[in-house]
């Protein structure tokens, strides 16, 4: 597609559930990166993925968080019995493997744990 | 230290004003640099890129010092449509770090 895609765009839930949060990267981008975004913090990188590769994981707050990319395209960020601390915009990014422009951004998920 | 720091601001100046961000990384093997700019709700979005003989893109100018490990991000004739949060952003080896930014108003 033209740009990242993530959905849903907002997600409330209960402390507790499970979250499925998804992103669609630019087409032909081979890396994809989660971070997240506090209220009134900075953006709190989580996990990357390049092509084949294992991928990154020493962001992930707690185990309670996992990700996976299938087909080296569309990511998933999965939040395990959710906490009201896990509340905040999850944000996906992507780039071409050797990419010096930056990042492109989805616009987000935010989360709400209630 | 934190790996990217910057003042939080924020920032208030009149259109049509000169305003300065600075920042400091702490990682020398530091590769590549970019402001970011963030508004209000949004995703961040690439700004411009810095390189170390500086750069200039329109009002916008960037500079990067390696010895000192700063970078700056100079707006000439502030517009009411630059008030955003301007994050400074660094990368080495690992994914792209982001400072917590500083946040610009513009009055008119």
Redesign the interface.
Known sequence: GAGVSQSPSNKVTEKGKDVELRCDPISGHTAL?W?RQSLG???E?LI?FQGNSAP?KSGLPSDRFSAERTGGSVSTLTIQRTQQEDSAVY?CASSRRRD?????????TRLTVV | RKEVEQDPGPFNVPEGATVAFNCTYSNSASQSFFWYRQDCRKEPKLLMSVYSSGNEDGRFTAQLNRASQYISLLIRDSKLSDSATYLCVVKGNTPLVFGKGTRLSVIA
């Open positions: 990166y971070y913090q900075g953006l990188f990357y990154d944000l010096t422009y930056g990042y492109t951004f989805g616009s987000g």
